[in-house]
């Protein structure tokens, strides 16, 4: 059957069976990633809202934020309202081409968070090693020019999966453990060699989160050596206070991703692929709703901002 025309062997639809092993419990597992879901647009659309409107957080640093936050959430929506019509409403069928859609968004979009992250560190270490140069080196036209870069890669390097994956024939069935379109899971269902995508997929993450975090770990160098060396002990704790929002960030984003990528690639037999899949939905939700709440905790500038459109608001409400 394996040897027919590819063509052939494509089915008209996916069939997402969500989290294998936990189908009872679906309903009680949709209630913290819609509550996760919530909070990620609320608050990453407010962030966006506050950016654009405060003119304090008119700054490289903050739009950055912004581009990170437009991500999260369109990352999120990209999986979370089919996930919860899969565990809600038992809607499991996803048209092939939708998936192989849904498929490239997820990553292109995993890839655009990974570069975004990388360009909040390079605007640390420029904002902590060359401050007298910050408002020259940091432009407008530049950060438009690095987060287009940032787009254009996550696109190039993602379009491939989804020839890759289309060319595979189907003829194991269309049954897909899992509750949104992954670019493994989807090959694994196909009958024939996948090799390719697996080597691929893997090129690909460590063209694009491998530079990264090598960008990163770069820059965090720099910055703790510029750092170490100021006299003062209160600036050095100023100077690094201003990254810790930015380092939770990586945290929250890179170790579940880490955990996806090399369990997907290189067995973690011993792990249950309920909890492969939980790991999974994490990696895309986590940051998207962590990500707002951290800046808001530790970014004087952000909080200052809510209170004063807080009262702006109010007192626009009251002169009416």
């Not at 800046?295 to 200052?304: D, P, R, S, V």
Request: charge should be positive; charged fraction near 10%.
């Amino acid at each position: 059957m394996c040897g027919e025309n590819s063509s052939s062997l494509t089915p008209g639809f996916f069939i997402l069976n969500g989290i294998p092993g936990l189908e009872a419990a679906h309903t009680w597992i949709s209630l913290p990633f819609c509550f996760m879901y919530v909070i990620a647009v609320v608050g990453n659309c407010g962030l966006i809202y506050l950016i654009s409107h405060e003119d304090a957080l008119h700054r490289p640093m903050y739009y950055f934020l912004a581009l990170l936050s437009f991500t999260d959430v369109t990352l999120c929506t990209t999986t979370v309202p089919n996930m919860l019509c899969i565990f809600w409403f038992n809607l499991k069928e996803i048209d092939f081409d939708a998936c192989l859609t849904q498929m490239f968004f997820v990553h292109m979009l995993t890839g655009m968070e990974s570069g975004v992250l990388m360009l909040m560190a390079l605007d640390r270490y420029v904002a902590i090693c060359y401050p007298l140069r910050y408002s020259i080196i940091l432009t407008n036209p530049v950060i438009a020019k690095t987060g287009l870069a940032t787009f254009l890669r996550g696109v190039l390097l993602i379009i491939p999966f989804t020839f890759l994956t289309k060319r595979l024939p189907y003829c194991r069935g269309n049954f897909i453990p899992h509750t949104y379109c992954d670019h493994m899971s989807v090959a694994k269902v196909s009958c024939g060699n996948f090799k390719v995508n697996a080597i691929y997929g893997l090129l690909a993450a460590l063209l694009i989160g491998g530079f990264d975090m090598f960008c990163i770990s770069v820059s965090y160098t720099m910055i703790l050596r510029a750092v170490v060396s100021l006299s003062s002990a209160d600036a050095r704790k100023k100077a690094f206070g201003t990254c810790t929002s930015h380092i939770c960030a990586i945290v929250i984003t890179y170790v579940p991703a880490l955990f996806t990528i090399f369990t997907h690639r290189f067995g973690g037999q011993n792990i249950p692929h309920h909890v492969h899949i939980l790991i999974a939905n994490l990696y895309l939700m986590l940051p998207p709703t962590l990500n707002p709440i951290v800046y808001g905790a530790k970014t004087k500038q952000i909080q200052e901002g809510v209170i004063k459109l807080f009262f702006k608001e109010k007192a626009i409400l009251v002169m009416k």
